[in-house]
């Protein structure tokens, strides 16, 4: 069984997983599936422009996905972006323990941090990668089925 994604919900004939699944349905997505398996493997290598705290981010990550066999070495640099926002994301989640989620402006009114900001654009940042490099359950299945519905390279909308 393919440790990406679960086809035990895909019953051929029968309800499962909110659709009647054709016998071709279930091979194209195991098929597809079977893509994401490496014929070689290849290290990957750190960045040199990561920060230390970047770096842990990236050694965590490719840990925890080593398994997938989704990363490859030509994320790299897409795998170093996400990691630079998580570690900027937690850099100002800090900011904003020490300082407050608000802070006076100019005006003498109460606004919301120029930290929750940063954080909240870094979030936006991580989803988006994390999404596009598959290193979330939802985002690996769109993957494969991506492929087995014949819709081209996984990756091609990597840089929009």
């Avoid at 086809?7 to 071709?24: L, S, Y």
């Avoid at 954080?119 to 985002?139: C, E, P, T, V």
Wanted: charged share 35%; hydrophobic share 35%; net charge positive.
């Amino acid at each position: 069984m393919n440790e990406v994604i679960d086809f035990n919900h895909m019953r051929i004939g029968k309800k499962g997983g909110g659709k009647h699944w054709t016998k071709k349905e279930v091979e194209n997505r195991e098929a597809a599936a079977k893509k994401f398996e490496r014929k070689k493997k290849r290290k990957l290598k750190v960045p040199d422009w990561l920060t230390d705290e970047a770096r842990k981010v990236w050694r965590k990550t490719v840990k925890d996905m080593e398994e997938f066999d989704v990363l490859d070495k030509v994320d790299e640099d897409v795998l170093g972006t996400y990691c630079d926002a998580v570690a900027k994301y937690q850099y100002a989640n800090t900011l904003i323990e020490e300082h407050g989620y608000t802070e006076v402006n100019a005006q003498g009114n109460s606004v919301v941090s120029a930290h929750v900001k940063l954080a909240q654009g870094y979030s936006r940042i991580i989803l988006a990668y994390s999404n596009k490099l598959g290193l979330n359950a939802d985002a690996r299945a769109r993957l494969a089925k991506k492929i087995a519905d014949g819709e081209g390279d996984p990756n091609e909308d990597l840089f929009d």
